[in-house]
């Protein structure tokens, strides 16, 4: 479903169901949604981009109506080569925001065009090791930037300090009603600075989904990160 406008400038936490169990996968959406998040983060790898393997369209089909339901968003990181390739199975299966990476897109422009052209979200995604400059040509027209502050490919990294300072660049160079999102190692200690650093979204997998009441983690990261 279309994505409202003020959503994207909305702090929000998105918890990153790749560190979720996935034998009971619905509870524990149900879980942080009913401790108030409105969007969930999920993070697709091909092997090939990235050194690990997750979920696929179909995944995302399963869990997307009961999100939709409650009036919940998904946000689709895309961590693999060619995501032109898979973007209208993901629109399908109901990603509102689907994002691929600088570094896997030739034709980046083109991209995102098509991503907007499925008449959902698009975002564009950057590597701790890639500059802002990359996403130059395309920053007036995405409708979120994800800034890794991992390298991606797994949950449970340590947070990369250097990352955040891309954040100010990146807010000049957007749409005033875009989106940037920061994805990786985000914890009860770190989140309220990724905050103070000009996040809008901010990504929690094992943060989350690792601690013994995801519900109540999800509550606390949410006042954390908004200085509560
Ligand atoms: C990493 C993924 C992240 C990951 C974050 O490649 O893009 O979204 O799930 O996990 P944590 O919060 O555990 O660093
Ligand atoms: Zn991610």
Redesign the pocket.
């Known amino acids: 479903m279309p994505v409202p406008t003020a959503t994207y400038r909305e702090l929000h936490l998105l918890p ?1 169901i ?2 979720a169990d996935f034998a009971h996968l619905g509870d524990d959406i149900d879980r942080v949604m009913d401790a108030g998040v409105r969007i969930i ?1 999920c ?1 697709v ?1 091909d092997g090939h981009f ?1 050194p ?1 393997l997750t979920m696929g369209p179909a995944l995302v089909g399963s869990i997307a109506p009961a999100i939709h339901a409650r009036g919940g968003l998904l946000s689709v ?1 895309l ?1 693999i080569e060619s995501p032109e390739k898979f973007v209208d199975d993901f629109a399908a299966a109901g990603a509102d925001v689907i994002s691929v990476h600088a570094e896997a897109c030739p034709m980046l422009y083109h991209a995102v065009q098509m991503i907007q052209k499925l008449g959902v979200g698009a975002g564009v995604a950057i590597n701790p090791g890639t500059p802002v400059s990359a996403i130059r040509e395309v920053a007036h027209l995405v409708d979120m930037v994800l800034v ?10 340590k ?1 990369i300090p250097a990352a955040l300072k891309k954040v100010p660049e990146i807010r000049k160079m957007i749409r005033e009603d875009a989106a940037i999102e920061l ?5 009860r200690e770190n989140i309220r600075a990724v905050a103070e650093a000009g996040a809008d979204w901010i ?6 989904f ?1 601690a013994d009441d995801p519900g109540a983690e999800a509550r606390l990261l949410q006042r954390l990160m908004a200085g509560d």
């Open positions: 990153s790749l560190s983060h993070d790898m990235v690990n990181h961590m890794m502050t991992v390298n991606p490919g797994f949950g449970g990294q947070l994805d990786g190692g985000v914890n990504v929690a997998g094992s943060a989350v690792g």
